[in-house]
């Protein structure tokens, strides 16, 4: 049964307890670039609710050494100079969009005077601050000792991390991409029900699975063809693959088996039918 929260679309929250360890994995480093704080939260899948993940992310944060917490701020810009293309950094600096030219000069000389004293970049929770506010605590901090701004930038660290955590929460999940096929068995002019299909996909990075060259395949689900001849219940195929393949175990006169591999695209339905003759076969994309 799904695991589900009423603090945020269940879909999305079900995506991330079923996602591919390396799809939850990157979804997690635009949050956090700490390989340990990401690792932590997705072995601890699957999550009963918001609340939980969210402890367990402050958990993972209180946790963090000294190379996590590199790590994690290697990711963050300055106060009032995001990256280019950063959207999640602007949004999140957002109280410095109308500074004056004043204060943006004092914060860029008051950032470098902190990245003097303490070697690493000013961290802050800047939602919902202004550029005075902001300016104000990076005074404020200047004058902490290296062990009292330590434990202050693992309190703002949990903070953004958490409210990351939430708004990707909060996000659509996204599409699934599935597959369903239908054979018709064209010598008999009628669907070909009770047949044996077997639906895989690459166990590897999927490089060369479109052409089958060198791909080493795991099942993914086994069904049986409806009297319509249909499986339309396959399971959705994990976020990553670029590739399935479907067998059908069709034991006719000539070929005891069909194969064929396709490649697949993100969040789309794959319909893949059958069109079978004793000494012959066609397979293709329908609708």
């Not at 999640?88 to 902190?114: C, D």
């Not at 930038?153 to 929460?169: F, G, P, Q, S």
């Not at 697949?264 to 059958?274: A, S």
Request: aromatic share 6%.
């Amino acid at each position: 049964m799904p695991l589900t929260s009423p603090s945020a679309p269940p879909t999305r929250l079900d995506w991330f307890n079923n996602a591919p360890e390396r799809t939850a994995l990157d979804a997690l480093h635009d949050i956090c670039a700490a390989p340990s704080w990401a690792g932590a939260l997705v072995s601890g899948r699957p999550y009963p609710g918001v609340d939980r993940l969210l402890a367990a992310s402050d958990a993972a944060t209180a946790e963090l050494d000294a190379t996590g917490i590199g790590q994690a701020l290697a990711a963050h810009p300055p106060i009032g100079a995001p990256a280019p293309g950063d959207p999640t950094s602007a949004r999140e600096q957002r109280g410095m969009a109308g500074a004056t030219p004043e204060l943006v000069a004092e914060m860029h000389e008051l950032n470098l005077a902190y990245q003097d004293r303490f070697g690493q970049v000013f961290l802050i929770c800047a939602t919902g601050l202004s550029g005075e506010q902001l300016r104000d605590a990076l005074r404020a901090r200047l004058d902490h000792t290296s062990g009292e701004e330590g434990e202050t930038v693992r309190t703002e660290l949990a903070k953004i991390n958490r409210l990351r955590l939430t708004r990707l929460l909060a996000t659509p999940a996204p599409a699934a991409t599935t597959v369903s096929t239908h054979i018709l068995d064209t010598a008999a002019g009628r669907p070909a029900a009770g047949v044996t299909v077997e639906l895989s996909v690459p166990d590897d990075d999927g490089e060369h699975a479109a052409t089958g060259t060198g791909t080493r395949w795991t099942v993914h689900a086994t069904a049986v063809t409806d009297p319509d001849g249909r499986c339309k219940e396959l399971p959705p195929l994990p976020g990553t693959v670029t590739a399935a393949r479907l067998r059908f175990a069709v034991s006719g006169p000539f070929f005891p088996e069909v194969t064929t591999t396709f490649a697949v695209r993100p969040g789309e339905h794959h319909h893949v039918p059958l069109l079978l003759s004793p000494f012959g076969y066609s397979v293709y994309r329908g609708s």
